[in-house]
T-cell receptor, first 113, second 112 residues
Framework: ELKVEQNPLFLSMQEGKNYTIYCNYS?????LYWYRQDPGKSLESLFV?????AVKQEGRLMASLDTKARLSTLHITAAVHDLSATYFC?????????????FGTGTRLTIIP | SQTIHQWPATLVQPVGSPLSLECTVE??????LYWYRQAAGRGLQLLFY??????ISSEVPQNLSASRPQDRQFILSSKKLLLSDSGFYLC???????????FGPGTRLTVT
């Protein structure tokens, strides 16, 4: 059974600081996704990582994937308040040619002015 | 462009009552469709997925069921709701053979 763990579960950080969210998973996969969820809202796709060593950046967020270590990171640079949200990683598993996603527990990020 | 709709947006139902949540996708054909549930403050649990009309796979045993009567319509149902069915229900779609999923706005269900 595929298990996906994120840490930390809760993160409170000051504006302007840097931090990293970690996503570990238990079985082989070469595709990983990051989503953002604002309180009471649906999920918004942030990054799609499709191969070992993939790195994607959008604004103050950068995601990377190491399939050998079964680890993805989401790095936040010089945090600003509007990055406050819950971030989920999701690992793909293929079943008869169709992908299903297993989601991590989520990291609730709060940026303090 | 593709759009995904869910309704109702919120629902309050008594224990033992039936349930029907609807999800429709516009702007694409033959999508894979998914139902997830998110308990308060928790992650997402995949409930059902469908690769075509009438083809439903269940991920967890429960008192819920799903149906796909049309290519772009996915329905989540229950004959008798339990308190534990409360949560945020999200429908998602993906292109056949790819993994990235796109989520609808969700339905917040409270069972009283």
């Amino acid at each position: 059974e595929l298990k996906v763990e994120q840490n930390p579960l809760f993160l409170s950080m000051q504006e302007g600081k840097n931090y990293t969210i970690y996503c570990n998973y238990s079985t082989t996969s070469d595709r990983l996704y990051w989503y953002r969820q604002d309180p009471g809202k649906s999920l918004e796709s942030l990054f799609v990582l499709l191969s070992n060593g993939a790195v994607k950046q959008e604004g103050r967020l950068m995601a990377s994937l190491d399939t050998k270590a079964r680890l993805s990171t989401l790095h936040i640079t010089a945090a600003v308040h509007d990055l406050s949200a819950t971030y989920f990683c999701a690992v793909a598993r293929t079943n008869f040619g169709n992908e299903k996603l297993t989601f991590g527990t989520g990291t609730r990020l709060t940026i303090i002015p | 462009s593709q759009t995904i709709h869910q309704w109702p947006a919120t629902l309050v139902q008594p224990v033992g009552s039936p349930l029907s949540l609807e999800c429709t996708v516009e702007g694409t054909s033959n999508p894979n469709l998914y139902w997830y549930r998110q308990a308060a403050g928790r992650g997402l649990q995949l409930l059902f997925y469908s690769v075509g009309i009438g083809q439903i796979s269940s991920e967890v045993p429960q008192n819920l069921s799903a149906s796909r009567p049309q290519d772009r319509q996915f329905i989540l149902s229950s004959k008798k709701l339990l308190l534990s069915d409360s949560g945020f229900y999200l429908c998602a779609w993906s292109l056949r053979g790819t993994g990235e999923q796109y989520f609808g706005p969700g339905t917040r269900l409270t069972v009283t």
